[in-house]
Protein backbone atom coordinates (compact mmCIF):
# COMPACT_ATOMS: atom_id res chain seq x y z
CA UNK A 1 0.00 0.00 0.00
CA UNK A 2 1.18 3.57 -0.45
CA UNK A 3 2.90 4.90 2.42
CA UNK A 4 1.03 8.72 1.67
CA UNK A 5 -2.40 8.62 4.09
CA UNK A 6 -5.10 8.83 1.04
CA UNK A 7 -8.89 8.31 2.18
CA UNK A 8 -10.37 4.92 1.91
CA UNK A 9 -12.44 4.02 -1.66
CA UNK A 10 -16.49 4.17 -0.76
CA UNK A 11 -18.55 1.32 -2.14
CA UNK A 12 -22.19 2.12 -1.40
CA UNK A 13 -23.85 -0.15 -4.19
CA UNK A 14 -27.35 -1.57 -2.40
CA UNK A 15 -25.73 -5.31 -2.83
CA UNK A 16 -22.57 -4.75 -1.22
CA UNK A 17 -24.12 -2.92 1.65
CA UNK A 18 -26.76 -5.46 2.13
CA UNK A 19 -24.00 -7.90 2.41
CA UNK A 20 -21.90 -5.62 4.57
CA UNK A 21 -25.25 -5.29 6.95
CA UNK A 22 -25.70 -9.46 7.46
CA UNK A 23 -21.77 -9.74 7.92
CA UNK A 24 -21.23 -7.21 10.74
CA UNK A 25 -24.29 -8.72 12.47
CA UNK A 26 -22.34 -12.09 11.68
CA UNK A 27 -19.26 -10.95 12.55
CA UNK A 28 -20.87 -9.49 16.12
CA UNK A 29 -22.76 -12.62 17.26
CA UNK A 30 -19.90 -15.53 15.97
CA UNK A 31 -17.18 -13.08 18.11
CA UNK A 32 -19.14 -13.30 21.16
CA UNK A 33 -19.80 -17.33 20.99
CA UNK A 34 -15.85 -17.41 20.36
CA UNK A 35 -15.16 -15.36 23.34
CA UNK A 36 -17.32 -17.93 25.50
CA UNK A 37 -15.80 -20.78 23.53
CA UNK A 38 -12.17 -19.77 24.01
CA UNK A 39 -12.90 -19.28 27.82
CA UNK A 40 -14.52 -22.55 28.40
CA UNK A 41 -11.58 -24.13 26.13
CA UNK A 42 -9.04 -22.93 28.68
CA UNK A 43 -11.15 -23.86 31.86
CA UNK A 44 -12.14 -27.47 30.25
CA UNK A 45 -8.43 -28.05 29.07
CA UNK A 46 -6.54 -27.23 32.18
CA UNK A 47 -8.90 -29.74 33.61
CA UNK A 48 -8.24 -32.48 31.21
CA UNK A 49 -4.73 -31.50 32.00
CA UNK A 50 -4.81 -32.04 35.46
CA UNK A 51 -6.79 -35.52 35.41
CA UNK A 52 -4.29 -36.63 32.73
CA UNK A 53 -1.59 -35.46 34.92
CA UNK A 54 -3.32 -37.31 37.87
CA UNK A 55 -4.18 -40.64 35.78
CA UNK A 56 -0.94 -40.87 34.54
CA UNK A 57 1.16 -40.58 37.54
CA UNK A 58 4.13 -43.10 37.59
CA UNK A 59 3.14 -44.58 34.65
CA UNK A 60 6.47 -44.67 32.45
CA UNK A 61 4.36 -45.38 28.98
CA UNK A 62 1.30 -43.28 28.69
CA UNK A 63 -1.04 -42.38 26.41
CA UNK A 64 -0.59 -38.67 24.96
CA UNK A 65 -4.17 -38.54 25.15
CA UNK A 66 -7.16 -38.42 27.47
CA UNK A 67 -11.00 -39.08 26.84
CA UNK A 68 -14.12 -37.68 28.54
CA UNK A 69 -17.07 -39.16 27.94
CA UNK A 70 -20.26 -37.36 28.80
CA UNK A 71 -23.83 -38.94 30.01
CA UNK A 72 -25.41 -37.91 27.21
CA UNK A 73 -22.95 -40.84 24.84
CA UNK A 74 -20.65 -38.44 23.55
CA UNK A 75 -16.98 -37.82 24.41
CA UNK A 76 -14.32 -35.60 24.55
CA UNK A 77 -10.86 -36.46 23.19
CA UNK A 78 -7.97 -33.88 24.58
CA UNK A 79 -4.39 -34.35 23.12
CA UNK A 80 -0.86 -33.20 24.64
CA UNK A 81 1.59 -32.68 22.19
CA UNK A 82 5.00 -33.47 22.20
CA UNK A 83 5.54 -29.47 21.32
CA UNK A 84 6.12 -26.86 23.84
CA UNK A 85 6.13 -22.99 23.83
CA UNK A 86 8.23 -22.53 26.66
CA UNK A 87 7.83 -19.20 29.12
CA UNK A 88 8.85 -20.58 31.82
CA UNK A 89 9.03 -23.28 34.07
CA UNK A 90 13.04 -24.71 32.49
CA UNK A 91 14.86 -24.37 35.49
CA UNK A 92 12.72 -27.17 37.40
CA UNK A 93 13.59 -29.82 35.10
CA UNK A 94 16.75 -31.89 35.44
CA UNK A 95 19.33 -31.49 32.39
CA UNK A 96 18.52 -34.74 31.01
CA UNK A 97 15.40 -33.33 30.22
CA UNK A 98 16.19 -30.39 28.66
CA UNK A 99 18.19 -30.16 25.32
CA UNK A 100 19.02 -26.46 23.16
CA UNK A 101 17.24 -26.43 20.38
CA UNK A 102 18.72 -23.43 17.89
CA UNK A 103 17.03 -21.95 15.38
CA UNK A 104 18.57 -19.47 12.65
CA UNK A 105 16.67 -16.60 10.76
CA UNK A 106 17.78 -14.97 7.96
CA UNK A 107 16.61 -11.53 6.42
CA UNK A 108 16.09 -11.81 2.94
CA UNK A 109 15.77 -8.65 2.59
CA UNK A 110 19.08 -7.57 3.20
CA UNK A 111 20.99 -10.21 0.95
CA UNK A 112 20.59 -8.44 -2.04
CA UNK A 113 22.57 -9.93 -4.88
CA UNK A 114 24.21 -11.92 -2.44
CA UNK A 115 21.50 -14.01 -1.63
CA UNK A 116 22.69 -16.78 -3.76
CA UNK A 117 26.34 -16.86 -2.89
CA UNK A 118 24.82 -16.93 0.80
CA UNK A 119 22.63 -19.42 0.51
CA UNK A 120 25.23 -21.52 -0.94
CA UNK A 121 27.96 -20.62 1.48
CA UNK A 122 25.41 -21.94 4.40
CA UNK A 123 24.38 -25.27 2.44
CA UNK A 124 28.50 -25.59 2.00
CA UNK A 125 29.18 -25.20 5.34
CA UNK A 126 26.36 -27.53 6.92
CA UNK A 127 27.62 -30.05 4.29
CA UNK A 128 31.57 -29.67 5.85
CA UNK A 129 30.11 -30.02 9.49
CA UNK A 130 28.48 -33.97 7.96
CA UNK A 131 25.07 -32.31 8.74
CA UNK A 132 24.01 -31.47 4.80
CA UNK A 133 19.80 -32.04 6.04
CA UNK A 134 20.49 -29.19 8.94
CA UNK A 135 19.68 -26.69 6.03
CA UNK A 136 16.70 -26.56 3.83
CA UNK A 137 16.35 -24.34 1.41
CA UNK A 138 12.86 -23.03 0.02
CA UNK A 139 12.52 -20.21 -2.44
CA UNK A 140 9.31 -18.59 -3.49
CA UNK A 141 8.89 -16.46 -5.86
CA UNK A 142 6.29 -13.21 -4.26
CA UNK A 143 5.19 -9.56 -5.43
CA UNK A 144 7.40 -6.98 -4.59
CA UNK A 145 6.51 -4.86 -1.92
CA UNK A 146 4.78 -1.68 -3.88
CA UNK A 147 3.02 -4.65 -6.12
CA UNK A 148 -0.31 -3.01 -4.63
CA UNK A 149 0.78 0.44 -5.23
CA UNK A 150 1.05 0.05 -8.74
CA UNK A 151 -1.33 -3.28 -9.58
CA UNK A 152 -5.14 -1.03 -10.12
CA UNK A 153 -2.67 1.20 -12.37
CA UNK A 154 -0.89 -1.74 -14.36
CA UNK A 155 -3.69 -3.86 -14.68
CA UNK A 156 -7.70 -3.59 -15.55
CA UNK A 157 -9.92 -5.15 -12.61
CA UNK A 158 -10.92 -8.33 -15.02
CA UNK A 159 -6.96 -8.82 -14.90
CA UNK A 160 -6.67 -8.29 -11.31
CA UNK A 161 -9.58 -10.47 -10.52
CA UNK A 162 -8.16 -13.51 -12.84
CA UNK A 163 -4.63 -13.13 -11.09
CA UNK A 164 -6.39 -13.67 -7.33
CA UNK A 165 -8.77 -16.54 -9.54
CA UNK A 166 -5.44 -18.28 -10.46
CA UNK A 167 -3.98 -18.41 -7.02
CA UNK A 168 -2.14 -14.94 -6.29
CA UNK A 169 -3.49 -14.86 -3.02
CA UNK A 170 -3.81 -11.38 -1.28
CA UNK A 171 -4.39 -11.52 1.67
CA UNK A 172 -7.71 -9.96 3.07
CA UNK A 173 -8.81 -9.01 6.83
CA UNK A 174 -12.35 -7.90 7.50
CA UNK A 175 -13.33 -6.29 10.97
CA UNK A 176 -16.11 -4.23 12.34
CA UNK A 177 -15.01 -0.58 11.76
CA UNK A 178 -15.57 0.93 15.58
CA UNK A 179 -17.47 4.50 15.81
CA UNK A 180 -15.47 7.34 13.82
CA UNK A 181 -12.20 6.30 12.78
Known sequence: MSSKKVPNLIINDEETVNHART?????????????????????????????????????????????????????????????????GGLNMLPADLTRTLTEVKINPEVLGPNAEAFVKGVQALAASLGIPDAVTVKANVIPVPTFNDVRNARFTPEENEALEAAGLGTRIT???KAGKE
Do not use: D, Q
Not at 26 to 36: C, P
Not at 54 to 67: D, F, K, Q
Open 174 to 176: ARI
Open 23 to 87: WIAAKEKFEAAESTFEMEKTVFTGLARRGWFRTAAGRHTVSGSVEIPTPEGRTALVSFASIWSCK
